[in-house]
Structures are given as C-alpha cells and as structure tokens.
C-alpha cells in the first residue's frame, strides 16, 4: 500500500514539476501564455518573435538555473541532517557558504587596493565565480585535513560552525572599512540570482550537479545504515570515513558550484528534506533522494515565480523569497513533528 502510494506521489511530483517549470517560463514582467512557451520549447515556434527570444535568451536558463539550484541544495541538506543525525544542518553547516562569501569579498571590497587591470579583471563575472570557489575549496581541504584527526562527526560539525562564525568575522572588518558603492556590490551579490547566467556557466554547474548527485547516489545504502549510529553502521562493515569524506565532498561540490553561480540559496536545503520525509513517510535514502531532488526543484521553481512579481517592474531577491516560504514551512514541521510525538 505505502509502495503503491509512493509511486503515485512520484508520479504526481513529476507532472506537478513539468506544470510548475512552464508557469515558469510563462510568468515575469512579459506575460505568455503557456501553450505559446510549449510550442517554443518543443521544436515550434511562438507567435510572436519577441517570446520566442524572451524565452530562449532570459526565462528558459533561469528555469534551468532555479532546478539545478533547488536539487543542488536539498540533496546537500538530505546528506548533511543524516550524516550529523541533526535535523537543523543544512548544505552550508561545514561553512562553505562562508568560504565562499569570503572569497568574493575579499574581492569586491578588496579590489580597490590593487591596481586597477587586476581589480577590473577580479571584479568581473568569472572573477568573482573564481573567487567563490576558491574560498570554499579552501575551507573543504580545512574540513577534510580536520576530519582525518576528528573520528566524532559531532565534532566536525562544530568545527565547520566555527570556520564559518571566523569567516563571517573576517568580512565583518572588510565590510567595516569598505565604502557604499562596494557593499552594495556585495549585498547584492549575497541576496542570491538565478537570472543572467549565461549557457556556458549553466553547463559547468549542470556538470558538477551531476558529480556531487552520483556521489550522493554512491552513499545512499551508507546513509540507511548511520541513520541508526555509528557504531550499528561499524557493526554492518561501514567504512566510516570513506563514508564520511564521500557524503562531505558530495556536500562540498553541489553547495560551492551553487554558491559560486548564484550566491547563498537559504532554506530550500534546510527545509525539503523534511518536507519529503513528511510526504513519503518513510526514512529509506532511495525513496528520499528522488523525493527530494523533485521536490528541491518545484520549490525553487515557485520561489523564482513568486520573486519575479508578475505585473510589476522589479524583481525581489530569490533568497529573500526562499527565507519568507522555507522560515514558516520548518516552524511548521516542526510544531507539527512536536505535536505528533505527544499524541504517541
């Protein structure tokens, strides 16, 4: 029964993300009808050339962005709350996302003490995707040399934590001495964008989407196993630390590339895991990790509609959107989660 049940939800989850991806596309500031973009995508042509060219050129690569996004980082939150057995850990908990942060502000508010080539260059769209990754590549190589002296995985997860408060304090002093027009460069570039990423860029984050989800695929019978503890899984012939740096450099590659593209997401990881787990209703990573990616992506699908306000001329920041649904849906698992354990 729960079988037949599942199938159907994936099924429905399916159709539901085919709808929620052309709503997509078809909403913004230029309204299309939905039929005009089924005809764009699928070989026609729309009736007017100027939705053709809307949709191929702007709203198709965000659409693309936001599912890639939405899987990126709920598959990282589903790996991060079962490794930590922390239903609070999300895809940034190792600090990468300050890694990253810190990376690109030591470039925009840094820049202007380098000669002005080298700042031009650093302060260009690939200079500040280089520095991003930079800065969490650097923080992953922190966290894994830690990792190999830490056999507790409590412990690194407040070792990540603390990287993380020591990163934001270093942007915190260059924020301090930095001027207006900087900060408002970086704020800007911290309130997350799915849009004007070009097809190249959608490429190389569509690649490491893939290697960080086969990655994650590789871990899912390990994931079963710590979900009852350590020692059970020691007990089963789990290689822990394998297990360990997989699930972290897993974590690493879909959370630094996605910080890298598009900024820090907040609480599409944090939330959709527990979101699945409370549609599926069931504990088992098979069922959890197609669950999620589909859900992850729906969501972010939503958020990117809701951020585009259809009939107005501005756009609010995504991750403005995604802290006002994804705040309310975790306070409300975990009331509902709260009041379920009392009734038991």
């Given at each position: ?11 429905a ?20 009808p ?70 690109v ?33 650097l ?19 407040i ?29 800007f ?29 590789l ?6 196993a ?20 997989i699930?972290?450099?897993a ?25 699945t ?21 729906i ?26 649904i ?16 009392n009734?038991?």
């Amino acid at each position: 029964m729960l079988k037949t049940r599942n199938t159907l939800l994936f099924f429905a989850l399916l159709a539901a993300l085919l709808l929620v991806f052309l709503l997509n596309i078809a909403s913004g500031q230029v309204a299309i009808p939905v039929k005009e973009v089924f005809k764009s995508l699928f070989g026609g042509y729309a009736s007017k050339d100027t939705w053709d060219y809307i949709i191929v050129n702007f709203r198709l690569p965000k659409a693309i962005t936001a599912v890639l996004v939405g899987i990126g980082l709920s598959i990282s939150g589903l790996l991060m709350q079962t490794l930590f057995r922390n239903p609070l850990a999300g895809p940034y908990v190792l600090g990468l996302s300050s890694g990253s942060s810190l990376g690109v502000a030591l470039v925009i508010l840094g820049a202007g003490t380098l000669p002005p080539v080298f700042a031009e260059l650093l302060l260009s769209p690939y200079g500040i995707i280089l520095a991003s990754c930079t800065g969490s590549l650097l923080v992953l190589l922190m966290i894994l040399i830690v990792s190999q002296r830490l056999r507790d995985t409590m412990s690194i997860l407040i070792v990540g934590l603390m990287f993380s408060s020591f990163t934001s304090a270093i942007v915190s002093v260059f924020s301090y001495f930095s001027t207006a027009e900087q900060l408002q460069k970086y704020t800007f570039w911290s309130m997350g964008s799915i849009g004007n990423i070009s097809w190249l860029n959608i490429g190389i984050l569509a690649i490491c989407v893939m290697i960080g989800l086969l990655l994650s695929l590789l871990s899912l019978k390990p994931l079963d196993a710590l979900l009852l503890g350590e020692n059970y899984a020691k007990s089963m012939g789990l290689n822990i630390s394998r297990t360990r740096y997989i699930i972290i450099f897993a974590t690493s590659i879909l959370a630094g590339s996605i910080t890298a593209f598009a900024g820090p997401i907040a609480f599409v990881g944090l939330a959709v895991p527990h979101l699945t787990k409370l549609l599926f209703r069931t504990s088992n990573h098979q069922i959890l990790f197609f669950g999620t990616l589909l859900i992850g992506a729906i969501i972010m699908l939503f958020c990117d509609m809701v951020s585009q306000m259809p009939g107005f001329e501005f756009t609010i920041p995504i991750n403005a959107i995604t802290s006002i649904i994804g705040a309310p849906m975790v306070i409300w698992l975990i009331i509902r989660r709260k009041n379920k354990n009392n009734v038991i």
